[in-house]
């Protein structure tokens, strides 16, 4: 009987065995279980095809400090180019534990009303009424993670908050922000009154979505969830303030780019150099879905009351920075002030209004914003998301310390050189997909890019080529390129 004992063993190391290679099959043939499927479900609305956002600090936007007051600058803000107005957040403030004379307005007491700081529901109202009837969009910044210590919540459902060891309501851990305390999503309940609030300003006010604070501290199922419910009232947009490329399955339409931020920064510093850039844009093709929105920015109100303004963080850097964040990938934001050229830190808890010049002028920086806002308008490559261009490396002679790229979509495109270095750089470039004929975005002469071009740029310089049918845009003649044959 041994010899049927080897036999079995024989047969169930077979078993075990590893499968054999086979002969690749065509894709037709394949088995369908292999068949990619879309990650992405939700549907971006089709007004953020080339939409640029505002963000827009209610408390120091206007002297007065009020949504009616805001209002009036509406047309002011069409004319600059901008698509989506981000109004921080918009209801009463906690009083206990307040930090500052005003508090913090990401401590919410009641997510049903309006902080009378700033108006009431019905000037709210008349606010994205105006904002619609300019051709604009508003989103309300939301505060789902935490409340205020005095928000009704603590006592009629105290069991929706997360409690510290010794039983007590705790504020986010890890954090300096003792004016909130920790919701606890764990709760059935609490995920739907939170849905069920953020579905009333879009039904009542007819907001257009939201931007979500922390949201990479809520359960991403819940914002799953959300937006949902809401696009089932209509198409909403959705900004995270996060970094996290499955937010953008079924979530968000956009979320921060951070990585980008702290990249621009290294290298104005001296402490990166080009580098740092691929590794996000590496990331952003490789990792993230081509509907990925990530939002650009050189400020925002964390920054420029944190931080510091961008002429502190970018120094002469700062204007490459602006370029590359609306020319690059991405959805590029513009902080209120920055349109003028705000150099002040706004203070945070208190009334600090931004000082605008006579007649809200656009200052140098206001008027690069204005005239790449106009740009990506125009030019189909610069479109957001999966309508934009991939952008392409041009690879250079100087590649720690000049970025260059071209971006191409439908005949539209836009070859950009920026020189990221404190040294004057003379380059050439490798490679024919960039080469013919453009339009200077500076002074709108007529370009032409051979497979030998040499460029010199002064220290953080850059130079942004364009072409395409501006004409079908509405765009004047004298920026328009007439096309030449690569040679």
């Known amino acids: 009987m041994r010899w049927w004992a080897v036999l079995i063993g024989a047969m169930a190391l077979a078993s075990w065995a590893p499968a054999q290679a086979q002969t690749p099959v065509p894709d037709a043939l394949a088995d369908p279980i292999y068949a990619p499927r879309p990650l992405v479900s939700l549907t971006h609305p089709e007004w953020s095809r080339n939409a640029v ?4 600090n209610t408390r120091q936007f206007t002297p007065e400090g009020t949504f009616r007051a805001a209002q009036a600058q509406l047309p002011r803000l069409k004319s ?14 906690g009083e206990l534990n307040r930090k500052g004379t005003l508090g913090s307005p990401y401590s919410v007491r009641d997510y049903f009303a309006v902080n009378p700081e700033f108006g009431t529901k019905e000037d709210l109202k008349a606010f994205v009424d105006a904002a619609h009837a300019e051709g604009m969009h508003v989103i309300l910044d939301w505060v789902a993670n935490h409340t205020a210590w005095d928000n009704p919540l603590t006592v009629s459902h105290p069991e929706w908050y997360e409690r510290d060891l010794d039983g007590n309501f705790r504020p986010t851990p890890w954090w300096d922000w003792s004016d909130i305390i920790n919701l606890n999503y764990a709760h059935p309940g609490l995920r739907q009154y939170m849905t069920e609030a953020l579905m009333y300003w879009v039904r009542e006010v007819g907001v257009d979505g939201y931007r979500a604070d922390v949201a990479g501290f809520v359960p991403l199922d819940f914002w799953n969830t959300a937006r949902a419910q809401l696009d089932a009232i209509k198409p909403v947009f959705m900004l995270a303030e996060w970094e996290m490329r499955d937010m953008h399955y079924a979530a968000f339409d956009a979320t921060y780019a951070w990585t980008w931020k702290e990249a621009m920064q290294a290298i104005a510093a001296g402490r990166a150099d080009t580098g740092a850039l691929f590794g996000f844009y590496s990331w952003n093709e490789s990792a993230y879905p081509r509907e990925a929105m990530r939002m650009t920015y050189t400020s925002n109100h964390d920054q420029n009351a944190w931080e510091g303004t961008e002429y502190e963080k970018y120094g002469p850097a700062r204007e490459a920075a602006i370029v590359l964040s609306v020319t690059g990938e991405g959805i590029p934001l513009i902080y209120n002030g920055q349109e003028v050229g705000n150099t002040r ?3 945070f808890f208190e009334k600090d209004p931004i000082q605008w010049p006579a007649d809200h002028a656009l200052d140098e920086q206001g008027r690069l914003y204005q005239r790449l806002f106009m740009l990506k308008r125009a030019n189909r490559a610069l479109q957001n998301g999966q309508w934009g261009g991939r952008m392409h490396q041009v690879v250079n002679s100087a590649p720690q310390k000049v970025f260059s790229f071209f971006r191409e979509k439908d005949g539209d495109q836009v070859f950009v050189i920026l020189n990221l270095s ?23 002469r007529r370009v032409q890019i051979t497979a030998d071009a040499q460029m010199t740029l002064e220290p953080w310089a850059w130079r942004v080529l364009t072409r395409n049918d501006m004409a079908a845009h509405g765009v004047p003649s004298s920026l328009r390129a007439e096309p030449c044959e690569i040679r």
Do not use: A, E, K, N
């Not at 600059?80 to 403030?93: A, E, F, Q, R, T």
């Not at 004057?424 to 024919?432: D, E, I, K, M």
């Open 345 to 347: 830190r706004l203070q």
């Open 422 to 444: 404190g040294d004057p750089q003379t380059v050439t470039f490798s490679g024919r997909h960039h080469c013919g004929g453009y339009r200077d975005f500076t002074d709108h």
């Open 53 to 56: 956002l505002y963000q827009l």
């Open 80 to 93: 600059l180019g901008v698509d989506i107005i981000w109004l921080m957040p918009i209801h009463p403030i």
